[in-house]
């Protein structure tokens, strides 16, 4: 039975919030309302505990020293079984390194959270600019922005959220993020969902359990299709 109603978890917005990526919450709400599913956002501070009653959870991008607390909030909570009970989860960026086994920050490695068998490492370099990818969860090519030091190693098991057809993707190279079940981690901040309206969908008919009818908004579209047509 899909669902008429849904929870949009916005985690740690306090710590993860540096690069902008609040915005994908309010992306989901925005389009889930529009087709008449009822959709709120529930920000979870890193001294709250983790509601394990949401339909979709986001991460986004930090700076090193508030990606660590926020990992040890995390894994101290029921983040990871909440996760691993089929919620949908969009981690960005540091988002996306947490959620794997384990990252750098100021050149100390930290065990992540370990739901994605994938480890980051630091980089030659920092991995700054547009960034162009192909999904083939998403017809349309998907933009965004990167700004990160670390570079994402994936275990062989793990699919890649796309290949990189301008920028850096997990770093120096071909593949950006990874996807597992519900589980969509990428570098792409913008928000990445307001650049990419089908992404957006694309979650949500993960979280509602059927796809939505399609909705057309015409300034989202326009912003889409310029941003592709401008990151060459
Ligand atoms: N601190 C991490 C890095 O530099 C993530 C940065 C980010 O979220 N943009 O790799």
Same mark, same amino acid.
């Given at each position: 039975?899909?669902?008429?109603?849904?929870?949009?978890?916005?985690?740690?917005?306090?710590?993860?919030?540096?690069?902008?990526?609040?915005?994908?919450?309010?992306?989901?709400?925005?389009?889930?309302?529009?087709?008449?599913?009822?959709? #709120?956002?529930?920000?979870?501070?890193?001294?709250?505990?983790?509601?394990?009653?949401?339909?979709?959870?986001?991460?986004?991008?930090?700076?090193?020293?508030?990606?660590?607390?926020?990992?040890?909030?995390?894994?101290?909570?029921?983040?990871?079984?909440?996760?691993?009970?089929?919620?949908?989860?969009?981690?960005?960026?540091?988002?996306?390194?947490?959620?794997?086994? #384990?990252?750098?920050?100021?050149?100390?490695?930290?065990?992540?959270?370990?739901?994605?068998?994938?480890?980051?490492?630091?980089?030659?370099?920092?991995?700054?600019?547009?960034?162009?990818?192909?999904?083939?969860?998403?017809? #349309?090519?998907?933009?965004?922005?990167?700004?990160?030091?670390?570079?994402?190693?994936?275990?062989?098991?793990? #699919?890649?959220?796309?290949?990189?057809?301008?920028?850096?993707?997990?770093?120096?190279?071909?593949?950006?993020?990874?996807?597992?079940?519900?589980?969509?981690?990428?570098?792409?901040?913008?928000?990445?969902?307001?650049?990419?309206?089908?992404?957006?969908?694309?979650?949500?008919?993960?979280?509602?359990?059927?796809?939505?009818?399609?909705?057309?908004?015409?300034?989202?579209?326009?912003?889409?299709?310029?941003?592709?047509?401008?990151?060459?």
């Amino acid at each position: 039975m899909p669902k008429s109603e849904l929870s949009i978890v916005r985690v740690h917005n306090e710590l993860l919030g540096t690069y902008g990526d609040r915005g994908n919450a309010d992306v989901l709400a925005f389009r889930a309302n529009a087709r008449g599913v009822s959709a #709120s956002i529930i920000d979870i501070s890193y001294r709250d505990p983790i509601p394990s009653t949401g339909d979709i959870y986001l991460l986004g991008g930090a700076e090193d020293a508030a990606q660590v607390l926020s990992t040890d909030a995390l894994n101290r909570s029921l983040f990871a079984a909440t996760i691993e009970n089929g919620a949908v989860l969009l981690a960005i960026c540091a988002g996306f390194q947490i959620i794997g086994k #384990s990252y750098y920050a100021h050149g100390a490695k930290v065990d992540g959270v370990g739901l994605l068998d994938m480890d980051t490492v630091p980089g030659d370099r920092r991995y700054v600019g547009d960034i162009k990818l192909h999904s083939p969860w998403c017809e #349309s090519e998907i933009t965004g922005f990167e700004n990160h030091g670390g570079r994402t190693i994936l275990g062989s098991e793990l #699919s890649p959220f796309g290949e990189v057809i301008t920028g850096f993707g997990n770093g120096e190279s071909t593949i950006d993020g990874a996807v597992s079940g519900n589980i969509f981690g990428t570098y792409l901040h913008g928000p990445v969902l307001a650049r990419n309206p089908e992404f957006a969908d694309l979650l949500l008919a993960r979280a509602v359990g059927k796809v939505l009818d399609p909705y057309e908004d015409e300034l989202a579209e326009r912003y889409a299709t310029e941003r592709r047509a401008a990151v060459r």
